[in-house]
């Protein structure tokens, strides 16, 4: 059985994933309308076993609260539940580097460098899948071994954000905080090649920025680097 994944949606319009190893279904983050999320799913929200959310921000917790009151398991760190001041009876809080078991997958939350309780996900199905959620985060200071698929973020490129400060498209300020909370093209390929990927099937790039990325030549130039096959979102 090999994972099949779904990309919702991905970006800073709002975030969501769906994942599944035949045996349980997990929402990686819930940014995005309830309604959306429903209709991708052709109506089949119940089949959702966990949603695990990596931080607090909108584009990645917009539906965090109905997605509870639906009756699913809900997994966040502290700081992310204390800033959305929810709570109900599906609340589950995560500790980093401590590992939940959900149906089929263990899970082990790791720290992001983006805000205080960012947190991505390692990710390993009792059928033999195994792989990492990595967004919202500036670099990754975890490497990992006998991966089989990786979603991972690849918000801008260095030289497109230059370009756009010089056009005035985006200003300094927001150029730094970009460099500061995001990972950007060449950050993600560094960490690729200090990964093992021999048992790599599937790359998903995601939270591309609109204005400083180019889909194009990041899934060319990743899949020229890995020669695995890649999927921009
Ligand atoms: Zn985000
Ligand atoms: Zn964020």
Redesign the pocket.
Known sequence: MTVEIKVLSSG?EG?AVWLSDGETVLLLDA?IRIQEIKEKLNFRLSEVAACLLTHG?G??TKSADKVLRAGIDTYATEETWEGLGLDGHRKRVLKPMQEVVVGSWAVLPFPTQHIPGSVGFLLASKYGDKGIYI??SMYSRYTFEGLTFLLLETNYSRDILMENVKEGVIDRAYKSRVIKTHMGLETAKEFLRANDLSRVEQIHLV?LSVSNADPVRFKKEVQELTGIPVYVH
Do not use: A, L, P
């Open positions: 800073s975030n940014g921000h584009d990645h967004t919202d939270h």
